[in-house]
Each structure stands twice: as structure tokens, then as C-alpha cells.
């Protein structure tokens, strides 16, 4: 019992350095995704996949994942967003190709790491060829070691994870597909 209250006093003190520690971390590294709820921030981690990270930076920095929909999102796993092509919800949302679109750019070579996918992990989304990961991405619910070196990660959640534990779920019965979905509003990496 003493253990299991020592490893909760740890546990509660990481998580709370690293809500605390956001607001000193470099500008160019934090990413901030403004919901309905509020603001969440995300640590992206170029030392894990540079790549990604620099296409992450250059979609949120000129404004395409704004008004983007939470068009999948499944209780327990994580909700996905950022098709920019079918997924603006104020010029372009198509609720049939949602989720099927991506960028402008070219699709990116996987940048697979060690890194698991526990709750606030942000991971690319792709199809079912390791190197189509384009803007699509995902924040995770809960652990899911199956995903573990199969997608690519890109950063973690530092500072509003209830607001990404409130985003409306999708229909378990249709894949997570979401009816009149939750959108960024807006998202920006430096500022």
C-alpha cells in the first residue's frame, strides 16, 4: 500500500513539473491548438521526427488546420483531425471524403520512433503504407502499445488535456465518425 501511494505521489508531481514547465519551452517547439473549451499545448519533438515536425509547423503557421474538424474520435483510443483538404469546417467540410484528404505538400517517409502511445501523444495519421502520413493527425485518449512503432510521433500534450478529453466522440458503430464534429479553431506553432 505505501508503495502504491509513493508511485501516485510521483505521478501527480511529473505531470504537474510538466504542466508548469510548457511556458518555458522554445517557441518554436510549442504548438497551440485553441478549442472550444480552451487552449491546449503540445510540445513537438523535432529530435523525434523533424520531418513532421516542419510540416506540422508550416500547415498550422499559414492557417490551414484552422476550423479543421475532430472528424474521428473514439472513446478510449484518441481523436483525430487535420485533413485540411475535407475537413474545414467553415470552407470545404465534405462529410462523405472527411478523413480520406490531406495537404497540398507530398505525403512524408515515416520517422517511426520509440516513443509510446500513451495518453497526450500526437501522432501522425497515414493509410496503410508507412509513408503517407501527410496532415492528418491524432492526440491519444488512452495507451495503445499496438500503435507503438507502427505511426509516427510527433509531440506530446504539456498543458490542456481535459479540453482534449472533452472533444465530441464519434459513433463507435461507424469507426468514430463524428456528426457535427468539434474543430480547432485555430493553430499556431512560436506564438
Not at 483531425?81 to 465534405?94: A, Q, S
Not at 502511445?117 to 509513408?131: H, K, L, Q
Not at 509531440?155 to 478529453?165: I, K, L, S
Amino acid at each position: 500500500m505505501k508503495f502504491i501511494k509513493s508511485f501516485a505521489v510521483a505521478v501527480v508531481l511529473a505531470f504537474s513539473s510538466l504542466s508548469y514547465a510548457w511556458a518555458d519551452m522554445d517557441p518554436q517547439n510549442k504548438m497551440t491548438i485553441t478549442l472550444k473549451d480552451g487552449d491546449v499545448v503540445i510540445e513537438l519533438l523535432p529530435d523525434v521526427a523533424p520531418e513532421h515536425v516542419a510540416r506540422i509547423r508550416e500547415l498550422a503557421n499559414s492557417g490551414e488546420y484552422d476550423n479543421v474538424a475532430f472528424h474521428r474520435v473514439i472513446e478510449g483510443f484518441m481523436a483525430q483531425t487535420g485533413d485540411v483538404e475535407y475537413g474545414d469546417m467553415e470552407g470545404g467540410f465534405n462529410a462523405r471524403l472527411v478523413g480520406t484528404g490531406g495537404s497540398s505538400q507530398p505525403d512524408l517517409k515515416q520517422e517511426f520512433s520509440g516513443v509510446p502511445f500513451e495518453p497526450g501523444i500526437v501522432g501522425m495519421a497515414r493509410s496503410s503504407n508507412p509513408d503517407s502520413a501527410n496532415s492528418q493527425f491524432f492526440i491519444m485518449f488512452e495507451r495503445a502499445g499496438s500503435l507503438d512503432g507502427q505511426y509516427t510521433v510527433f509531440g506530446r500534450v504539456v498543458h490542456g488535456m481535459e479540453h482534449v478529453n472533452n472533444i465530441k466522440r464519434g459513433d463507435a458503430a461507424a469507426n468514430g465518425a463524428v456528426q457535427n464534429p468539434d474543430r480547432m479553431i485555430k493553430v499556431r506553432v512560436g506564438e
